[in-house]
């Protein structure tokens, strides 16, 4: 079944602690994308990666971060700089081609605890 | 970061209703795309529009880019309880660099009352 997974769904961080989130998909997409969901604010875009080895900062980067080792998989770290952590963080992807739309995976819901 | 004007913010409907919903910019856009949101889920293409004045459906969805392409909208005919979710509208301005983005409307909160 080709799609995008993002595990795990729930996610538990102690203050100061790093977590990682895993986003990984069998679409052979060229392009991945972070995107943080709080209520009432829609969608708003951490990091994207257009090709491996490659990513550039979204609109609120800050304490967060990224790789982009493999084509497949692109996981983000919230790290202890993200004061605010809690939030639902979804993983998109799309392929290379102009303008084709980005499709998403069923999201990661992170609380601190 | 810029977002799109989306409205109504929210909607309670009677089940059997049709149902409208837009996006406006103040900025010129090339793509725009209209995805449905369920609760705890990720968001999921309905429709996607690349052309200025094009009209287009999918089951009982229709959307329109519009012709000054800073504004589309989204039409729901005789809605049902499954239609219940948030709608989002995102748009992108161009194809090269920070254009490429899509930027996010904040969604249309659709309740439906069988």
């Known amino acids: 079944d080709g799609g995008i997974t993002q595990s795990p769904k729930y996610l538990f961080r102690k203050e100061g602690q790093n977590v990682t989130l895993s986003c990984e998909q069998n679409?052979?997409?060229?392009?991945m994308y972070w995107y943080r969901q709080d209520p009432g604010q829609g969608l708003r875009l951490i990091y994207y990666?257009?090709?491996?080895?490659?990513?550039q900062k979204g609109d609120i980067a800050e304490g967060y971060s990224v790789s982009r080792e493999k084509k497949e998989s692109f996981p983000l770290t919230v790290t202890s700089a993200q004061k605010n952590p809690t939030a639902f963080y979804l993983c998109?992807?799309?392929?290379?081609?102009?303008?084709?739309?980005?499709?998403f995976g069923d999201g990661t819901r992170l609380s601190i605890l | 970061g810029q977002q799109l004007n989306q409205s109504p913010q929210s909607m309670f409907i009677q089940e059997g209703e049709d149902v409208s919903m837009n996006c406006t910019s103040s900025?010129?856009?090339?793509?725009w795309l209209w995805y449905k949101q369920d609760p705890g889920e990720g968001p999921v293409l309905l429709i996607a529009?690349?052309?200025a004045g094009e009209l287009t459906s999918n089951g009982r969805l229709t959307a329109q880019f519009g012709i000054t392409r800073k504004d589309s909208f989204l039409n729901i005919s005789a809605s049902i309880p499954s239609d219940v979710g948030i709608y989002f509208c995102?748009?992108?301005?161009?194809?090269?660099?920070?254009?490429?983005?899509?930027?996010w409307g904040l969604g249309t909160s659709l309740a439906v009352n069988p």
């Open positions: 529009l690349y052309k």
């Open positions: 990666s257009q090709i491996v080895n490659d990513f």
């Open positions: 900025s010129i856009f090339n793509t």
């Open positions: 995102a748009g992108q301005r161009g194809n090269a660099g920070n254009n490429r983005k899509l930027i």
């Open positions: 679409l052979n997409h060229d392009a």
């Open positions: 998109a992807s799309k392929t290379g081609a102009l303008n084709q739309p980005q499709h």
